[in-house]
């Protein structure tokens, strides 16, 4: 039986792209790891690019330990000879490891014939692992005597900065198979998700297909241009890259052969013939230097200009309604939890919200109205709702706006800003910085909005605690670096002196303030983060003061609050490097309060609200006031403040409230009185 605790070589098949990137990362764990391909070259290239990979993060001081010490636990093996036979260094490769993780070509019969070999020469309850992107784990794993032992591990390019590992069960992989690959996707520093059955796809793949061929079909058929589609995903779904964007970044050839694998495998798609001209044309996007937008040469990557005034022409709902249908047939099929299928797009895709947290938005019946829209318009049967949506619908569960759809919801209020979203979930509310193809860059109208919001919910009587966060995968990634574009130094001043102005305000807020930190936390946004009272991040967030390497200091609080929290030292290393540190570093220093899986940040900051929202109003707004002045006075000042301030609480009916329940050992309500 496969045990985790007898994991201590792995053996990584493929020196590629996909290959040297789990190599390192396996490396970094502190796994013996050996790296085999069918030549010096092809090895001595990854090896290269693992040191290259090691540097930069140690620059960066997210690597603990030299690069040479993880470099010395890589060792290399040619695992084919001249006539592409297995190598004799190779077969004791695989008799000293524990786990194999094959990334070769996607063939077949390349895999079979790899992992026959490996089954003959392997350790007893060794886990055969395949970072294959399209291909069964069940006919791979059939070339072995032990299938309940192959299991897929599907990482993402690249494997070291992408936090996503599909796990992958085939039909006779066994639970404890599944269980430990999923620990040492962990132990590799990612968030894995479990796919329990082996559909053709898996989860990233079948939804961004589904989403791809959509936006193609409604472009081929000429309903919709490809800047307006574009458009629409980029500005109105807040995408990281539209669909044609996306397609040509990637490379389109990736997408045909990983659809056309798919299709074959019985996925039920009709494949749009835009994406076939274009491959057989060889405009292959970027790497060829056309492909639904040209680029200066082949492999020289120029964002493309996509008019934000067209994104009004599509209906988002219309794009995204089929990779909703899909993944509720993921759900419906008991291939996927809802959750994973979530942070599937949201990890693997850097979609700003999960699937079925888009459809619980839009409205599921929304979602089935786009679906007949589409079968109308496209005459394909691939659009049907599901049972499950078409259950849904009969239900009443349509989402927010109902309380329950995916997920089950309070009543929720939101009001949009042009860089803000304030979302009121009494007693709480949310402040959503709302700039996410920008990484939520703090701009003068961001700025702005964030003091009028503060002003509003302070005076919000149903309103106890805020939570400001930021939308898509940055918390925010510092000041917007466009506003500065030819200002003059007493303008930079003054823009410096408004954002002091808004840290001010929420140091000194009447109500408490939690800031959840998603991704970047970077220059201004660091010191917004600085400003409110706790601080809870995410484990993949990243902060920093960056400013330095721009030329110039952090202007909005950073060199008064960092030192006051992390100390001078920390904080001259910090803001003098322009170093980055991870959450379990800054939490390490005190920076932030709590760390949580990403997947939790949003419910943890939640919880914390909702408890802290219990506790009487006037002593938290006394205690607040107590801590930061009393910090920034002298004790003498301070413990005078904290004495009238207790004096002062004993007159208030939140206090006999508090006194009376404690004697009658029942819960107290605290009315703010």
Not at 34 to 52: Q, T, V
Not at 391 to 412: A, C, H, P, Q, V
Not at 532 to 545: F, K, V, Y
Not at 554 to 572: F, I, W
Request: proline share 5%; net charge neutral; hydrophobic share 40%.
């Amino acid at each position: 039986m496969p045990s985790i605790d007898k994991i201590k070589t792995i053996l990584v098949i493929g020196a590629g792209t996909m290959g040297h990137g789990i190599t390192e990362l396996a490396a970094i764990a502190g796994y013996k790891v050996y790296i085999a391909d069918i030549n010096n070259e092809i090895i001595k290239s990854g090896l290269e690019k693992i040191k290259w990979s090691l540097s930069k993060l140690h620059e960066k001081g997210s690597l603990k330990e030299s690069v040479d010490s993880v470099m010395s636990r890589i060792i290399p093996v040619v695992n084919t000879d001249s006539q592409g036979n297995f190598t004799k260094d190779f077969e004791n490769a695989i008799k000293d490891s524990d786990m194999f993780i094959e990334a070769i070509p996607e063939r077949l019969d390349l895999k079979q014939n790899l992992f026959k070999f490996i089954d003959k020469n392997r350790k007893a309850d060794t886990i055969m692992a395949t970072n294959t992107s399209s291909l069964p784990i069940t006919e791979i794993a059939a070339a072995t005597s032990a299938p309940e032992l192959v299991v897929g591990m599907h990482f993402f390019n690249p494997p070291p900065l992408m936090p996503l590992v599909e796990i992958i069960k085939g039909e006779k992989t066994s639970d404890e198979t599944v269980s430990v690959t999923y620990q040492i996707a962990k132990n590799f520093g990612k968030q894995p998700v479990i796919v329990k059955k082996d559909v053709p796809g898996f989860i990233a793949n079948r939804v961004l297909a589904r989403f791809l061929n959509t936006a193609c079909w409604l472009a081929y058929k000429g309903f919709y241009s490809t800047l307006e589609i574009d458009s629409a995903v980029r500005y109105g779904l807040n995408f990281p890259m539209g669909a044609f964007e996306l397609a040509d970044y990637s490379g389109i050839d990736v997408f045909y052969f990983v659809n056309k694998a798919m299709i074959e495998r019985g996925f039920k798609m009709k494949h749009c013939p835009l994406f076939e001209q274009k491959f057989n044309a060889k405009e292959l996007g970027m790497k060829t230097g056309k492909g639904f937008y040209e680029y200066p040469k082949p492999g020289a990557y120029v964002r493309p200009q996509i008019p934000k005034e067209l994104a009004n022409k599509v209906d988002p709902v219309l794009l995204l309604a089929p990779a909703v249908n899909e993944g509720a047939w993921l759900l419906e099929n008991d291939v996927a939890t809802k959750e994973d299928i979530d942070k599937a797009v949201m990890l693997g895709l850097g979609w700003p919200k999960g699937l079925f947290e888009f459809a619980d938005d839009f409205g599921i019946d929304k979602i089935n109205t786009a679906l007949k829209q589409l079968k109308d318009l496209l005459g394909d049967q691939d659009f049907e709702p599901t049972k499950m949506l078409k259950d849904m619908e009969s239900k009443n569960e349509l989402g927010r706006k109902t309380g329950k759809g995916f997920y089950e919801y309070k009543k929720i209020e939101e009001v949009s800003k042009k860089t803000i979203l304030i979302k009121y979930e009494k007693p709480i509310a949310w402040i959503v910085l709302n700039r996410p193809n920008r990484l939520n860059a703090i701009s003068p109208d961001m700025i702005k909005e964030l003091g009028e919001a503060l002003d509003e919910l302070e005076l919000n009587d149903d309103i106890r605690v805020l939570i400001i966060t930021g939308a898509g995968r940055a918390f925010s990634a510092g000041a917007d670096v466009t506003a500065f574009a030819g200002i003059t130094p007493m303008q930079a001043a003054i823009f410096s002196k408004k954002f002091q102005e808004l840290t001010l305000k929420m140091e000194f807020y009447a109500k408490p303030i939690i800031i959840a930190i998603n991704g970047y936390a970077l220059g201004g946004g660091l010191e917004l983060s600085m400003s409110g009272d706790i601080r809870i991040a995410s484990e993949n967030a990243l902060l920093g003061q960056p400013e330095i390497n721009l030329g110039f200091i952090p202007g909005a609080g950073g060199t008064q609050r960092l030192p006051r929290l992390v100390g001078r030292g920390q904080s001259k290393l910090l803001i003098f490097t322009g170093d980055n540190i991870s959450a379990k570093d800054a939490y390490a220093l005190k920076l932030i309060d709590k760390v949580v899986p990403p997947e939790r940040l949003e419910q943890e900051a939640r919880d914390l609200a909702l408890k802290i929202s219990e506790k009487p109003p006037l002593a938290l707004m006394a205690a607040k006031l107590a801590i930061e002045q009393g910090l920034e006075s002298n004790i003498w000042a301070g413990l005078n403040l904290e004495a009238n301030l207790f004096g002062l609480l004993f007159s208030t009916e939140d206090v006999a409230e508090g006194v009376t329940a404690f004697l009658e050992k029942k819960k107290p309500s605290f009315k703010g009185k």
